[in-house]
C-alpha cells in the first residue's frame, strides 16, 4: 500500500509531506486548493508524463517521492525481474524533473519512465474521470472481466496466447502462397537465373583480394622497374656500393689482425657486404619476373569487374554472397515442390486451428460462467449504490477472426431503472452513473485482483443525497480489505473516513502554497461543517457533521462483524 508521498516545487506545492494509512483515506478541501495537483504529483512520480511547467515558479526542480509496502509476491517479483532491492520490504520511489530533463529511480537504481509505469500497475490504480470513460469503450469491457475471473483465466489466455502464435505464423504463411501459378514460374526462372550467373562465375575464396593486388602492382609495374633499376645501377656500377666494398677490404686488409676491433670492422663490412649482394640478386629476380602482358593484365581487370559486379547484387562479400546463394536455393527447391509444401502447410494449419479453437471454446464457455457470477456481483453493488431494480448483464459474440485472447468480444448491457430496456453501457452518459457503475465493478473486482490501493478522484460527481450516502457506504466496504484513497466534495462520503486529510491554500513569502493537514476528529466536525454549508446556522450544520460520523462508525461496526 502507498505509505508516505513528499512533493516539493511541483505546481502550487512548495513542500508536501503526507502519511497515509490502512482503510479510507480521504482528502477535502476548497475548491482550487490543490486536490488535483496533489493526485498530478502522485501521477508523475509513476511515470506520468514530464511537463516542465509543473515546475513551481522561481524553482530550479520539482521533486516527488512515493513509499510503498510490498504487498504480494506479484509486485516482488517484478521488482525482481528489474534487479531492484526493496529493503525491509519498502519501495521507495522518486522523479525529480528539471528545465532539461527528468530522473526516476526505484530504490537509488535509476529507471526509465516505461519501468516507473510497470511498477505503478502493479502497486496502485487511480480512477478519474478519465478513467470512468474508459467504461464506454467496449474493447475495455472482456479486460474488465478477465481481471475479475482470475488465475485460472490469465493461464488460458496465456496458452492460447502461445497457440495463436503458431496458428498466425501459418496462416501468414499460407495466405503468401495464395498467389498464381504464373508468378511461381517467374521467381523460379529469376531464382535459377541468379543461382546460375552465382555458379558459373565460380568465384575462390580471397580472389578478389588476389586480383586487386595484381592490379595495383600492374597499374605502378613502370615506376617499380624505373625504381628498381636505379637502384641497382646505383649498387652494381663502377662507382656503385660494391665497388666502394673492395675499396674498403683492400685498405682493411693492411691492417687486419693487428688488433681485434680492426678484425671487427672487416668482418661486419663482410655481412654488410654479403646483404648488399643478397638484396641485389633479389632485386634483379624481382625484376625478371615483372612480366605485365597486356593479355593477362586485360584478363584479370575483366575478371575483377566481373567479381565486384556480383557482388554489387548479391552481397558485398564472398561471404555474403554465397550466404545469398544458400537462402535462394532453398527458396528455390520450395517453389519447386510447392504442391507437397502447400499440402504441407495447410495440414498444419488445420490441426493448429482446430487446437486453437478448442481452447478458445473452452476460454469462452469459462468467461460466459464468470460472466454470470460477475453480472450478478455487480447488479447486487449497483442496488447497493442506489440503482434499484438495475439490471446488468455481460453479452457475448464471436469475433470473426481469432485472436491472442480468443475469439470472444464482451459487451456490458445495462438498465438503472424500472421499465427501462436494456442498452449497452457505452450509452450510458451520465457522469454520476459511470462513476457509481465504476466503483461497483472495483468493488466486486477488489478481492480478485492484486493491487492494493485504489485511488478515486470525481467519485462524487453528479450524486448528492442518498446516493452519496450508498457511495459512501461502498468505499467504506472497500477500505476494509484495500487501502482507498478518495478526493470528495460530499460531507456524506468525508464521513466514512477512517482517516481525513484536509487540503487548503496557503500564501507564504508572497507565493500561494498548497498544504495537506491531517485532521482530529474535532477538526474532522469543523470541516463537515464546511461541506455541509450550514450558512448561518453552523450549529445545526455541526450537529449534523457530527451525526454523519457517528452513523458511520455504526456501519464501519457493522462491515466488521
Not at 475548491?31 to 506520468?48: E, H, M, N, P, Q
Not at 682493411?252 to 668482418?267: A, K, P, R, Y
Request: net charge negative; charged share 30%; with cysteine.
Amino acid at each position: 500500500m502507498l505509505l508516505y508521498l513528499h512533493a516539493k516545487n511541483y505546481a502550487l506545492i512548495d513542500d508536501v509531506e503526507v502519511e497515509f494509512t490502512d482503510g479510507l483515506n480521504i482528502l477535502t478541501g476548497e475548491t482550487g486548493a490543490g486536490k488535483s495537483v496533489l493526485l498530478g504529483s502522485i501521477s508523475l512520480a509513476l511515470g506520468g508524463k514530464a511537463k516542465t511547467d509543473v515546475i513551481r515558479e522561481g524553482e530550479e526542480s520539482a521533486f516527488v517521492e512515493l513509499q510503498f509496502s510490498i504487498d504480494n509476491e506479484a509486485q516482488r517479483n517484478l521488482l525482481n525481474e528489474l534487479d531492484i532491492d526493496a529493503e525491509d520490504d519498502i519501495v521507495i520511489i522518486q522523479r525529480k524533473i528539471t528545465h532539461q530533463r527528468s530522473v526516476g529511480k526505484i530504490c537509488g537504481v535509476t529507471v526509465n519512465s516505461a519501468d516507473l509505469r510497470r511498477i505503478a500497475d502493479s502497486f496502485l490504480d487511480i480512477y478519474g474521470q478519465h478513467d470512468y470513460q474508459n467504461l464506454l469503450k467496449e474493447s475495455m469491457h472482456i479486460e474488465i472481466l478477465d481481471g475479475y475471473a482470475g488465475s485460472e483465466l490469465k493461464e488460458r489466455k496465456e496458452e492460447i496466447a502461445a497457440l495463436y502464435s503458431e496458428y498466425a505464423s501459418y496462416r501468414h504463411e499460407a495466405d503468401s502462397l495464395e498467389e498464381d501459378e504464373t508468378k511461381r514460374q517467374r521467381d523460379l526462372d529469376f531464382i535459377k537465373y541468379q543461382l546460375d550467373e552465382i555458379k558459373a562465375a565460380a568465384v575462390k575464396p580471397g580472389e578478389e583480394e588476389e586480383l586487386k593486388e595484381y592490379l595495383h602492382l600492374a597499374e605502378n609495374g613502370e615506376r617499380i622497374a624505373k625504381a628498381l633499376s636505379s637502384a641497382e645501377v646505383s649498387l652494381s656500377e663502377d662507382d656503385g656500393v660494391l665497388r666502394c666494398f673492395t675499396y674498403a677490404f683492400r685498405e682493411l686488409s693492411q691492417v687486419s689482425g693487428l688488433t681485434d676491433e680492426i678484425s671487427e670492422f672487416e668482418e661486419s663490412l663482410e655481412q654488410a657486404q654479403d646483404i648488399v649482394q643478397d638484396t641485389l640478386r633479389s632485386m634483379q629476380s624481382y625484376l625478371e619476373g615483372m612480366d605485365f602482358d597486356e593479355e593477362t593484365l586485360k584478363h584479370a581487370r575483366e575478371r575483377y569487374d566481373e567479381i565486384n559486379s556480383l557482388f554489387m547484387k548479391y552481397g558485398r562479400t564472398y561471404e555474403a554472397m554465397m550466404k545469398f546463394a544458400e537462402e535462394k536455393t532453398k527458396e528455390y527447391e520450395k517453389l519447386l515442390s510447392f504442391e507437397s509444401y502447400r499440402a504441407e502447410l495447410m495440414e498444419k494449419l488445420e490441426k493448429a486451428e482446430k487446437s486453437l479453437k478448442e481452447k478458445c471454446m473452452e476460454l469462452s464457455n469459462l468467461r460466459k460462467a464468470e460472466g454470470v457470477r460477475f453480472a450478478g456481483e455487480v447488479s447486487q453493488a449497483l442496488t447497493d449504490l442506489n440503482f434499484n431494480d438495475n439490471r446488468f448483464e455481460v453479452r457475448f459474440e464471436q469475433n470473426e477472426k481469432y485472436t491472442a485472447k480468443g475469439f470472444d468480444l464482451a459487451k456490458f448491457w445495462i438498465s438503472t431503472n424500472v421499465g427501462e430496456p436494456m442498452r449497452p453501457l457505452c450509452d450510458v452518459a451520465s457522469g454520476g452513473e459511470l462513476s457509481r457503475i465504476m466503483l461497483a465493478i472495483k468493488t466486486v473486482s477488489a478481492s480478485r485482483e492484486l493491487v492494493h490501493t485504489l485511488i478515486f478522484d470525481e467519485i462524487d460527481a453528479g450524486i448528492s443525497g442518498n446516493t452519496a450516502w450508498k457511495v459512501s457506504e461502498k468505499l467504506g466496504l472497500l477500505g476494509r480489505d484495500l487501502q482507498v484513497i478518495c478526493i470528495t466534495h460530499l460531507p456524506q462520503i468525508a464521513a466514512m473516513a477512517d482517516t481525513h486529510f484536509e487540503i487548503v491554500k496557503t500564501e507564504k513569502e508572497g507565493h500561494t502554497a498548497t498544504e495537506v493537514k491531517k485532521l482530529f476528529q474535532y477538526e474532522s466536525v469543523a470541516e463537515l461543517t464546511r461541506l455541509l454549508g450550514g450558512g448561518g446556522k453552523m450549529e445545526a450544520a455541526t450537529q449534523n457533521a457530527k451525526e454523519l460520523i457517528h452513523q458511520a462508525k455504526i456501519l464501519k461496526k457493522h462491515f466488521s462483524a
